[in-house]
């Protein structure tokens, strides 16, 4: 049970983290602050996120419910990527500034639809409510 509690709290607070850290980089990339390019900035989303995927490792093995047995874990394990991938186009890749001003809302949104989903234990998560 406390392998579990700290897990839990390893992997919230890094959700937190990586939101906040995610919006911050956001604003710093659409205000062209120098910030964006820091060593800190570059390295610092990969440690939050191999903190939270490592945390999330713990927790499945502790609930015994695992993605693709799991249809809610399955769906937020695939929202989790497609995060990444939008983050990456909204920070980096987009070649141009509407297509990361839509990444990154793009991003904002699956990041909480995943939220949801974890809230809820449900693949649907909040659209499970406005689907019925």
Do not use: E
């Not at 990339?29 to 996120?49: C, E, N, W, Y």
Request: include cysteine; hydrophobic fraction near 60%; proline fraction near 2%.
């Amino acid at each position: 049970m406390v392998i579990y509690k700290f897990a839990l709290v390893i992997h919230i607070t890094c959700v937190v983290l990586s939101g906040l850290f995610f919006m911050l980089r956001g604003f710093w990339m659409f205000s062209g602050s120098h910030l964006l390019q820091a060593k800190f900035t570059r390295v610092a989303p990969h440690i939050i996120d191999t903190a939270l995927l490592l945390a999330a490792v713990v927790l499945t093995l502790q609930i015994n419910q695992y993605p693709l047995m799991s249809d809610w874990l399955t769906v937020k394990l695939v929202a989790f990527a497609l995060y990444i991938g939008l983050g990456t186009i909204a920070l980096k890749r987009g070649k141009t500034r509407n297509q990361r001003i839509i990444a990154f809302a793009l991003a904002l949104l699956t990041f909480a639809f995943i939220i949801s989903v974890a809230l809820l234990h449900h693949p649907l998560g909040l659209l499970f409510y406005f689907l019925t």
